[in-house]
């Protein structure tokens, strides 16, 4: 927790209402973000991002499941964060394991869609092998290594560069000849389908200052914050999740105007993100 007097909360928020930032950013801008693709080699897909002093991993491992009996033609994904104890001295301990939590449900919500996957940003059915038999299941792990506020919107661009940087095994499957018999799936260890993430969205928190919202808030910023709403959308301008943090209510207008907000800053965000990505992927290719 930021401990701040009461002369550097009255200087943070005056700043804020004159659209000049403590770093000199304006309310809408974003810190620079550093992407490093592949940093785990043993995992499927892997990313490392920086985004001003909030430094983040995600890693991607694949392995072969069974499809759910409530959604026999869709895989699997389950997203976990782990917060760092030398990241922040209140993660030590039970205030880790809860940030961890909510990160956790707030990266659902906002890459996963609803409870029926509607609105999905990481598609199910793309997992598939065979339905009703075979899906891959995707395990996506997240560590926080340093933390300076905007953790969401980090890690869920961490997620989008690691799902980048994934290749999936070609599978191939046979059904049983009998039912004495057991189906046969091949796996190749040679031949990789690349994950397809255009539709995985950015995560856009705006958060309430006062009577303004601003972006990628730091650590001091999160601090003076009355609530704060998450937005994920994709490169279409499609929302695909929303969460909400911080006591105070919202006027369905003022969520309505922050989902404006969003949609544009997300074509900035995307488009910076998706260069980064690239870089590091060119980068990798190109190391002997």
Known sequence: MVGLSVGERNFIKGGIAQ?????????????????????IPQANGSAKVKLGATDVIASVKAELGKPTLSHPDQGKVFIYVECSPTAEP???GRGGEELSTELSTALERSLLGGKSGAGAGIDPASLLIKEGKVCWDLYVDCLVISSDGNLLDALGAAIKA??????IPRVQFREAASSDEHADV???????LQFDTSGVPVIVTLTKV?????????????????SAVSISVNRRGLIC??????????????ILDMISVAKHVSEQLINKLDSEIEAAERANEEEP
């Open 186 to 192: 091949d796996v190749s260890d040679e031949e990789f």
């Open 241 to 254: 999740g929303l969460t909400k943090r911080g006591g105070a209510g919202l006027d369905p207008s003022v």
């Open 90 to 92: 209140s993660f030590e």
């Open 162 to 167: 690691a799902l980048s940087n994934t290749g």
């Open 210 to 226: 006062g009577r303004h919202y601003i972006v990628d808030a730091t650590s001091e910023e999160e601090s003076l914050m009355s």
């Open 19 to 39: 659209d000049l930032r403590n770093d000199g950013r304006k309310r809408l801008t974003y810190r620079p973000i550093y992407v490093e693709t592949g940093v």
